[in-house]
């Protein structure tokens, strides 16, 4: 099945204390990887994978991304939630962009600061078969902070293996899946309108959630993922795509 509309929001208020120097003048979405900014390469893969209507969250430096999507995609349907006056988080972000969900069955959750070949479009059609409140893209990586599902892999709780904290809704059971969350996530609107507008952490809504209904890991197993966080991890992905020219 087709579906005409194909939301996504971008998170791109981040303040990107971690790229340093970087973001001292420019937000994240701004900052270049091999001349082109983040938020140009996340839109221009999001067009190609049948995305058409885009929001995008602002905050640090938000006027320039204003003024940059204004410059170069005209032409594509873009709405602004604007967070300038209170960083939101991203479980505030999406309460507060709502109403810019209106007309969406459903909506991709894209960080700026991820890259991946992930096929999204097949994935965002899928979701939107079922009856799932959400669903969060897994993978099997190397990384100390997991999110745990059960084993119908309904969402759980968060586990930082290396300090042994457990935050969950249910209690934590050996036999729980413990995965890797890749920055990607799809939500249906219709399950997030009773709560309060304010900023809060995207997975404690994710667990009230789940204590009625579904909140589904749904893994993926990309040819190339990167989380562009750090200058290391930019001039890792930078060096990475040189290579392959």
Request: aromatic share 12%.
């Amino acid at each position: 099945m087709e579906y005409e509309k194909r939301t996504a929001f971008i998170l791109a208020a981040g303040l990107g204390t971690r790229l340093k120097e970087l973001t001292f003048h420019k937000p994240k979405a701004l900052v270049s990887i091999n001349n082109k900014p983040l938020l140009q390469v996340t839109l221009e893969y999001l067009q190609k994978q049948k995305f058409n209507h885009f929001v995008i969250n602002i905050h640090h430096f938000g006027e320039q991304i204003i003024d940059f999507v204004k410059e170069n995609f005209q032409d594509i349907d873009i709405e602004i939630s604007d967070e300038r006056p209170l960083l939101m988080d991203t479980g505030g972000a999406i309460l507060q962009a709502l109403p810019l969900f209106r007309d969406s069955k459903a909506v991709l959750i894209h960080n700026v600061d991820i890259i991946s070949d992930l096929n999204l479009k097949d994935i965002y059609d899928d979701f939107c078969k079922t009856d799932d409140a959400v669903w969060l893209l897994t993978q099997q990586r190397d990384n100390k902070r997991k999110i745990v599902f059960d084993e119908n892999e309904n969402f759980a709780g968060r586990l930082n293996i290396e300090t042994g904290e457990y935050n969950g809704i249910k209690p934590l059971q050996d036999s729980y899946n413990r995965l890797s969350f890749s920055g990607l996530h799809i939500i249906k609107p219709s399950f997030f309108k009773d709560f309060e507008v304010k900023p809060c952490y995207v997975f404690d809504i994710y667990g009230e959630i789940a204590k009625k209904h579904a909140v589904k890991s749904h893994p993926v197993k990309p040819s190339y993922w990167f989380d562009l966080g750090t200058e290391q991890q930019l001039k890792n992905a930078s060096e990475w795509f040189l290579s392959k020219k």
